[in-house]
């Protein structure tokens, strides 16, 4: 008796979450300088990493799939994708379709794309997949918790799962969970399919934070709903991507169900209705106070005798959510007051970098640092003498629970160490934007963050995996950044209205649209 045929799946990422209020264009570069892999070159790069990619290759082994993967891309969010850059990437996965038999489709998608075309780009990625495998095709999409979910990706994808955590440690679950369902899929177990709902919301669920408060009842609302129906097959809420402007930007609450079974597709839409119902009665619920500079200030000089750090979170001006990450204001807030042990990072400034690996290890230099990269909007720079403690190529691998085992580089990288009454404040300066995620951007060039009193961070939420376990205590301040959450200050052209915050509302949650 012969083996059963292995069946033939299709894997890829790509991934862009864009800020459309960025000026800087994502270019092909940009994908490069962070995660840019074709064919061969991807099981070994990214094979044992905490990556949805990975899940894929452990499925592919745990079922017996083929796998055809052609792509695997990633940017540091900027704004909007280039149509060079957007052809590259659609067209090499088109190709890998093309005249192909296919027995399934797994992407790992962001969900909050835009390119200089294309609005929707992951609704026109899975309807390109579409229009080469035809409608019989299971497709699964994994998808980041602060994806704008569209209809057109609703109703494209048979399989829609978002990660569970903000910060993002379950990436490789996300994708291990979806893995599963396409193989049960492609057996002839199920036949899934995707409701969604999305009401007049832009923002909400607690900008999609899940240690405790609103998001964290809402997942655990949706965990139950699986667990007392079968035919549920993940339920579930993506906070969306508030800088965004695109019509169908904000939360969104889908569940991907059985077709087959009996009633299934009621059942599933009203239990995204109960999720968004949920979730517009609590949407101006904050988990998090936001501070302003001089009462973050305050925080980092007051005396304790807690050796720990306090970490401060630039979530304004975080590279992670496409805003420049080379404001000055919370640096220079730090050094005028006189923060006796501080570190902060990481600021994406190539030529303050060249100037510090030109002067060498030990030089004492003076730098303008920062506010390039739209200094109209947030400057001036700041200019501050210090001595280069630290040099590196910014070569690192992430040890934290977020990304685990995957290379990454910041480009050439320096440590400039700036006198500061009877201590000092230590500068790590990139020549590429990345968000603070993971403690070895400090320690590749020699600054350990648990020896220091005060750590600042340009991130807005992802920081927490690695950095608020050492920590006494964790406060986000607004620089005045280009991620603000302040939507007044925020022009919309393409957004659907009215939306709630910008425009007024009651209290009964408006109908939602599917």
Known sequence: MSSPARRRVLSAQ???????????????????????????????????TRTEIAAHLDAADRFGWDLTQPIVANATPYGKATAEAW?????????????????GVILALHGAMVTETEDDAEGAILEGLRDRLGA??????TLDLHANVTSRMAALADIIVPYRTYPHIDQYETAARAAALLERAMA?????????LQGPMLDGCNHGRTQGGPMSDFLEMAATMEAANPALLSADVCAGFTQSDIEEAGPSFHVTYDAAAPGAEDEARAAALTLYEAAWRRRA??????????????????????????????????????????HVRLLEAMVGAGVESGLFGVMPDGIAAAECHAAGLGAEITLTLGARRHPESYGPPVTLTGTVIGLSDGDFTCEGPMHTGVSMAMGPSALLEVSVGAGSVKVAISTHALQAWDQQMFKTLGAEPAAHKVVAVKSAHHFRAAFEPMSRRVVLADSGGLATHDHSRTRFARLRRPIWPLDAFDETPPAPAG
């Open 14 to 48: 790509i991934a862009h979450e864009t800020n459309t209020f960025c000026v800087l264009p994502t270019t092909l570069e940009s994908f490069r300088k962070r995660l840019l892999l074709e064919g061969d070159a991807i099981p070994p790069a990214l094979r044992g």
């Open 87 to 103: 052809t590259v990437l659609r067209d090499t996965l088109f190709a890998a379709a093309e005249g192909v038999a296919c027995d």
């Open 136 to 141: 019989g095709t299971p497709i699964a999409i």
């Open 188 to 196: 002839g177990e199920i036949r899934p399919k995707v409701v969604r």
């Open 285 to 326: 619920e904050q988990t998090v106070d936001i501070l302003s500079l001089p009462e973050a200030m305050a925080l980092a000089t007051r005396a304790t005798d807690d050796p720990r750090p306090l970490v401060i979170a630039d979530f304004s001006d975080n590279p992670g959510s496409g805003a420049y990450g080379d």
